[in-house]
């Protein structure tokens, strides 16, 4: 007879757990029968001693099991989907919906909202008035199938001894234990139904992992994990040294988004989104390599059908698709407050997180799940790494409905260096990796 003791100290010695032992440890957890102190105290030691890639695969597919899966199978084609582990001005998902789509791949997005700097995904298409983020089981397959979109909240019961797991990680000091992180990212991804995951890993200031190295691992966990579960997985490295793009805040990254459907977007951040969309356009069949499913997105940014897609969405999901013709729609802040250099030069680097924390001072993100969130409000930068700025030009605007931005201003004048010598913008995306 299995014990929970026996385990704990199976995995205090350094020892591998079999399939066996880690499933009775998540039902009796998810169950209620096994207590917090003997779960944290085997999180304590997956902290110190890891887990194999067989283990980590065992552990997902045990969350996965513990609630709802998703079953898209009514759905045409390979379903394909992309996971950010998330940054300040990380606009991709509503750009990536509709320039994969319009490449042929279907699309089922299940999203979440944001704590932290900006809100997440659902907060920022709520900016356009009208758009509604619930569909029954029968509409979102519909929707997918006729328009090969659609991105609505996560609904069921997904992964709830993941849920578990997670609040107990937060307060036992385990939460950065990547067997931990990369099993509980995947059981989300997994248990949502996707046939195919493409990984966008951030490394940097801004980040959840702080150093190329963890990055790495994190990334090569998940994509190992996937790829042993049977779901294709690709991951990249991307930068998350400065923030992504220009945009900090909701109604202000979906302006970004439709600029750079349109072909207007900002260098970084329309590369990101051709990097990842490849990945996902080759995952789906619907192109052999990487370079020819490039030249597909940059088709249909050119022709015009990605940002045609991304109005069809819009509209099939409660919104004026005008919006992308008129931005004017988009709620907009009474103020914008440009925030001024005090010295000439270069900009050096930047403090991404503290950027965030800024633009989530002026109403942008949530401290908590229950704050309300100002859709209108944020910051949009003028500059970014290895610009040349001279003294009293624009390096930030601030978007608010106040005018009260000291503290804002203040932060984004401390986070944002400018130097008398240049320096290269960093490199945005770092390695691939297919497992």
Do not use: W
């Amino acid at each position: 007879m299995l014990r929970m003791v026996d385990v704990i100290e199976k995995k205090r010695n350094g020892d591998v757990l079999t399939k066996e032992e880690i499933t009775f440890f998540i039902k009796g957890y998810t169950a209620g029968t096994i207590p917090d102190y003997q779960v944290s105290a085997l999180l304590m030691t997956i902290f110190f001693k890891g887990m194999t890639a067989e283990e980590q695969a065992h552990l997902t597919m045990a969350m996965v099991e513990s609630g709802d899966q998703i079953d898209l199978s009514a759905i045409d084609g390979v379903k394909v989907d992309k996971h950010s582990t998330g940054g300040v001005g990380d606009t991709t998902t509503l750009i990536l919906v509709p320039l994969v789509a319009a490449c042929g791949v279907p699309v089922a997005k299940m999203s979440g909202r944001g704590l932290g700097h900006t809100g997440g995904t659902l907060d920022k298409l709520e900016a356009m008035e009208g758009f509604h983020i619930e569909l029954t089981k029968e509409q979102f397959v519909k929707q997918v199938n006729d328009l090969k979109l659609a991105v609505i909240g996560q609904s069921g019961n997904l992964t709830p001894a993941d849920q578990k797991i997670y609040a107990l990680r937060d307060v036992t000091a385990t939460v950065d234990s990547i067997p931990l992180i990369a099993s509980s990212i995947m059981s989300k991804k997994i248990a949502a139904g996707a046939d195919a995951i493409v990984l966008d890993v951030k490394s940097g200031d801004g980040a959840f992992m702080k150093t190329l190295e963890d990055s790495k691992a994190l990334a090569e966990s998940m994509v190992a994990i996937g790829n042993k579960v049977g779901r294709n997985t690709m991951a990249i490295i991307s930068d998350m040294s400065q923030p992504l793009g220009n945009a900090i805040g909701n109604s202000l990254e979906v302006v970004e988004a439709i600029e750079t459907l349109k072909g207007n977007g900002p260098k970084d951040l329309t590369e990101l989104c051709l990097v990842l969309g490849s990945q996902m356009v080759v995952l789906g069949k619907k192109a052999e390599t990487l370079e020819e499913a490039r030249t597909m997105l940059e088709n249909v940014i050119k022709d015009g059908s990605a940002l045609k897609l991304f109005g069809e969405l819009i509209e099939s999901q409660g919104g004026n698709k005008e919006v992308i013709n008129d931005l004017t729609l988009l709620p907009k802040a009474t103020y914008e407050i440009p925030v001024l250099a005090r010295q000439s030069g270069y900009i050096t680097g930047m403090n991404a997180d503290d950027i965030g924390i800024s633009a989530m001072l002026l109403g942008a993100g949530r401290a908590t799940k229950e704050d309300e969130i100002d859709l209108a409000v944020g910051i949009v930068l003028t500059k970014k790494i290895g610009d040349t700025v001279e003294e009293g030009e624009a390096i930030a605007i601030i978007h608010a409905n106040t005018e009260d931005v000291e503290q804002s201003a203040e932060l984004l004048h401390e986070h944002i260096f400018i130097g008398e010598t240049r320096v290269e913008p960093p490199v945005l995306v770092g390695e691939v990796i297919t497992g």
